[in-house]
């Protein structure tokens, strides 16, 4: 059984720093790509960043320059570090997995973690 949990949110002020992470666990074959998605309340669930097996990344525009999304050599285990945060910004943030398992190949998710950027 396939699993992601998160960890590192909380509450910051505005201009503050937190970094997430992801572990995957499990039957997993191959990583195909790792990423971030933040849901806002009221709001659509939005990609924030991304990262492959190859190390390519692509962030959001709302985010490029502030968070970087990085992973360990093992891909096992991706981060997000977030600077220069705005209260914008508050939303509970989602691991997502691409991953080729015993199941076939497959979309993974966490159960997320909240931030809050207060003003």
């Known amino acids: 059984q396939v699993q992601l949990m998160e960890s590192g949110g909380g509450l910051v002020q505005a201009g503050g720093s937190l970094r997430l992470s992801c572990a995957a666990s499990g039957n997993i074959f191959r990583i195909n790509a790792m990423g971030w998605y933040r849901q806002a309340p009221g709001e659509q669930r939005e990609l924030v960043a991304v990262?492959?097996?190859?190390?390519?990344?692509n962030h959001a525009d709302s985010v490029k320059g502030r968070f970087t999304i990085s992973g360990d050599n093992a891909k096992t285990t991706v981060y997000l570090q977030m600077d220069s945060l705005k209260p914008e910004d508050t939303a509970v943030y989602f691991c997502?997995?691409?991953?080729?398992?015993?199941?076939?190949?497959?979309?993974?998710w966490g159960r997320g973690t909240q931030v809050t950027v207060s003003s």
């Open positions: 990262i492959t097996s190859g190390g390519q990344t």
């Open positions: 997502q997995g691409n991953f080729l398992s015993r199941s076939g190949t497959g979309v993974y």
